[in-house]
C-alpha cells in the first residue's frame, strides 16, 4: 500500500532520518518503537505527508504521488495523524468532531449522523454538548481518537496515543481501534514506548534507532565493541562477556537480537547455535501472544516465548535457564 525507497530528512545541525526502503501492507497493524529521539514523530509526519522530505521514490497503492497540490491534497485526506498532544478547538465536544467533516464540504445531515454513529462508538453519547475544558485527560484522548476515526482514513497515524492515560482508558482506546481496523482494513501506524502494548497489540514491528530501521525489537539493544579472537568474530558486551556474530570490521557497535530468536531451556542444548548462556530468571511478564523472560547472563536479556512452553519449561523467579541463539541471529550495527 506504501512503499518508500531512500527516504532522507534532516534536521539543520542535527538528527537525521536515513532509510533505504520501507515497505507498508495493507490489513496490518504496524507498532513503531525506539528510544526518544530516535524519529518516530518524524517518520508519521513523513508518511502522513505532512513534513517534506527527500525519497527516490514514494508509491500509493502502485501509484508515485502526484504532482499537483489538489491531487496531492486527495491523497493526503487518506490519511489521518492523531498526535500524542492532539490540539482539540476550545468548542464543544460535538464541533470538534464536526469539523474536519465540514472543511470537506461533507452535508450537514451526514456530518451529523456520523458523529452521532462515532460518539456511540466510543461509549461518548453524553459528551457532544460538553466543552473541551471539563474532559479529564483519558476523555480528551478519547474525543481525538473519535475525531481520527471519523475521518475514516485509510491509513491511521498515531503517536503514543495512549501516553499519559489511565489504564482502563488505555485498554478501552486499544480495543477501539483494534476494532475499527478490522472493519476499515488499510493500515494502522502506531508509535509507542510500550513493550506490552506492541506485543498486544501490533502485527509487526518497525524499530528506529538514531533515524534508520533496525531489524527486530529494542528489548534486547547493547553497545559494546567487535574484536577479532582466534580467527572469529565476536561482540563484547563487557570484557568477560562476548557472543559470536557474523564477520565485520572491528570497533564500537551495537547488537540487537530479537527476543523470539532465543530459545529457552533448562540444560545446555546440543545444537549448532554458537551461543548459549547460562543465567538465572529475573522477570516473568505475560503479553499479548506469550511470555516475556528476562534473564541476568551478566547482562539482561529478553526471550519471548510461548505460553505452552512457558507451561513445559516451569519456570519461575530465580531459577537458572540457559539462552541459546545462532550468530546469524543477531543484527550489529
Same mark, same amino acid.
Given at each position: ?23 507498508? $501492507? ?22 502522513? !505527508? ?21 491531487? !496531492? ?23 470538534? !468532531?464536526?469539523?474536519?467533516? /465540514? ?16 460518539? =456511540? &462508538?466510543?461509549? &461518548? ?5 460538553? =466543552?473541551?475544558?471539563?474532559? /479529564? ?18 491509513? &491511521? ?11 482502563? $482508558? ?7 481501534? =483494534? ?89 545446555? &542444548? ?23 523472560? /528476562? ?39
Amino acid at each position: 500500500m506504501i512503499n518508500i525507497r531512500d527516504l532522507k530528512f534532516s534536521y539543520p545541525g542535527g538528527f537525521a532520518l536515513d532509510i533505504p526502503e520501507i515497505s507498508l $501492507s495493507e490489513g496490518k497493524i504496524y507498532l513503531l518503537t525506539g528510544p526518544n529521539g530516535s524519529g518516530k514523530t518524524t517518520l508519521l509526519e513523513i508518511l502522513a !505527508l505532512l513534513l517534506p522530505a527527500a525519497y527516490r521514490e514514494f508509491l500509493y497503492r502502485g501509484g508515485p504521488l502526484p504532482d499537483s497540490e489538489r491531487d !496531492l491534497l486527495a491523497i493526503r485526506r487518506k490519511m489521518t495523524l492523531m498526535e500524542q498532544n492532539p490540539y482539540l478547538f476550545r468548542t464543544t465536544v460535538g464541533e470538534n !468532531l464536526a469539523y474536519g467533516l /465540514s472543511i470537506r464540504r461533507i452535508g450537514k445531515q451526514e456530518i451529523g449522523e456520523r458523529v452521532d454513529f462515532i460518539l =456511540k &462508538l466510543l461509549g &461518548l453519547q453524553d459528551f457532544r454538548g460538553r =466543552k473541551v475544558g471539563e474532559l /479529564s485527560g483519558g476523555e480528551k484522548q478519547k474525543v481525538a481518537l473519535a475525531r481520527a476515526l471519523l475521518l475514516r482514513p485509510e491509513v &491511521l497515524l498515531l503517536d503514543e496515543p495512549t501516553a499519559n492515560v489511565d489504564r482502563a $482508558s488505555v485498554e478501552f482506546i486499544e480495543e477501539k481501534i =483494534k476494532e475499527y481496523h478490522r472493519e476499515r482494513k488499510g493500515i494502522v501506524i502506531w508509535a509507542t514506548h510500550n513493550r506490552e502494548q506492541a506485543y498486544r497489540v501490533g502485527d509487526e514491528m518497525l524499530c528506529l534507532l538514531e533515524g534508520k530501521l533496525v531489524p527486530g525489537t529494542i528489548d534486547n539493544l547493547y553497545f559494546g565493541e567487535v574484536r577479532q579472537d582466534g580467527g572469529e568474530t565476536y561482540f563484547f558486551f563487557k570484557p568477560e562477556l562476548k557472543a559470536s556474530v557474523p564477520a565485520r570490521k572491528p570497533g564500537p557497535a551495537r547488537l540487537i537480537i530479537q527476543p523470539e530468536e532465543i530459545i529457552v531451556s533448562l540444560s545446555p &542444548l546440543a545444537s549448532s547455535a554458537r551461543n548459549s548462556f547460562s543465567g538465572r530468571v529475573v522477570r516473568i511478564e505475560e503479553l499479548g501472544r506469550g511470555v516475556s523472560i /528476562s534473564v541476568d547472563i551478566g547482562v539482561p536479556m529478553q526471550a519471548f516465548i510461548t505460553r505452552a512452553s512457558y507451561t513445559e519449561l516451569g519456570l519461575k523467579l530465580g531459577g537458572r535457564v540457559y539462552l541459546t541463539f545462532k550468530a546469524t541471529a543477531v543484527s550489529v550495527v
